[in-house]
C-alpha cells in the first residue's frame, strides 16, 4: 500500500499553512469558543434557575437541572482550556514570525552593508585619510605663508635700530642744557629799553584849588 500510495502522491508530504494564515484561522476558532462559552453560561443560569423553580415540590426535576448544569459547567472548563491553549499557540506563531521578520531584515541590513563596502578596501581607506591629512597640512603652511606679512625693509637688524635710538637719546641730553642758556639769553634781549627822554611832571595845585579844598573839608566835618 505504500507504493501504491506513492503512485497515486498519498505519500507526498502536504505544505502546512503560512504563519499568516495558521494566526487567522486560531482566531477563528478562538471566536467560535468565545461564542459556545456564552452559550454554555446561558445555558447553566437557565438549568440553575430550573433546579430552583422546582425545588423540593418536584425533587426529580430539579435533580435533573442540577445533573445538567454540572455537565455544561464540565463543557465550559473544557472550551476555557481550549481557548486558553489556543491563544498561547497564537501568540507564539506571532512571536515567531516577528522573529522571523526581525532576522530576515537584519539578514537584508547585512547585506546591503556588504554590498556598500564591497568596493572599499581598508588599506585604501588609510592611504586617502593619509592624504587626507597631508593635504590639511599643506593648507595650513599655505594658510600661514599667506598671513605673513612683507614689505621693504623687514630685513633691518633690530639691534641696530636700538643702537640709533640710544645715539639719539644721548644727543638730546648733551643739547638740553646749551637750550637752556640759549633761552635765558633770549629772555634777557628781549627786556623792554629804558626811555631816554624825561617824563612829563605832573603841575602843582593852585591856591584857589588849596582854599576850596580846605573849605570843603570844614563844610564835611
Do not use: C
Amino acid at each position: 500500500m505504500s507504493g501504491l500510495g506513492w503512485l497515486f502522491g498519498r505519500g507526498k508530504k502536504e505544505k502546512g499553512p503560512s504563519p499568516e494564515e495558521a494566526i487567522q484561522k486560531l482566531r477563528e476558532t478562538e471566536a467560535i469558543l468565545l461564542k459556545k462559552q456564552e452559550f454554555l453560561e446561558q445555558k447553566i443560569q437557565q438549568e440553575l434557575l430550573t433546579a430552583k423553580k422546582h425545588g423540593t415540590k418536584n425533587k426529580r426535576a430539579a435533580l435533573q437541572a442540577l445533573r445538567r448544569k454540572k455537565r455544561l459547567e464540565q463543557q465550559l472548563a473544557k472550551a476555557d482550556g481550549t481557548l486558553s491553549t489556543l491563544e498561547f499557540q497564537r501568540e507564539a506563531i506571532e512571536n515567531a514570525t516577528t522573529n522571523a521578520e526581525v532576522l530576515r531584515t537584519l539578514g537584508q541590513a547585512a547585506r546591503a552593508m556588504s554590498q556598500a563596502h564591497r568596493d572599499m578596501d581598508i588599506d585604501k581607506v588609510d592611504e586617502l585619510m593619509a592624504d587626507v591629512t597631508e593635504q590639511q597640512e599643506v593648507a595650513q603652511q599655505i594658510s600661514d605663508a599667506i598671513s605673513r606679512p612683507v614689505g621693504f625693509g623687514d630685513d633691518v637688524d633690530e639691534n641696530e635700530l636700538l643702537e640709533e635710538l640710544k645715539e639719539l637719546e644721548q644727543e638730546d641730553l648733551v643739547r638740553e642744557p646749551r637750550d637752556v642758556g640759549d633761552k635765558e639769553e633770549e629772555e634777557l634781549l628781549d627786556l623792554p629799553s629804558v626811555p631816554s627822554t624825561h617824563l612829563p611832571t605832573v603841575p602843582a595845585p593852585k591856591e584857589d584849588e588849596e582854599e576850596e579844598l580846605k573849605q570843603l573839608a570844614q563844610w564835611m566835618s
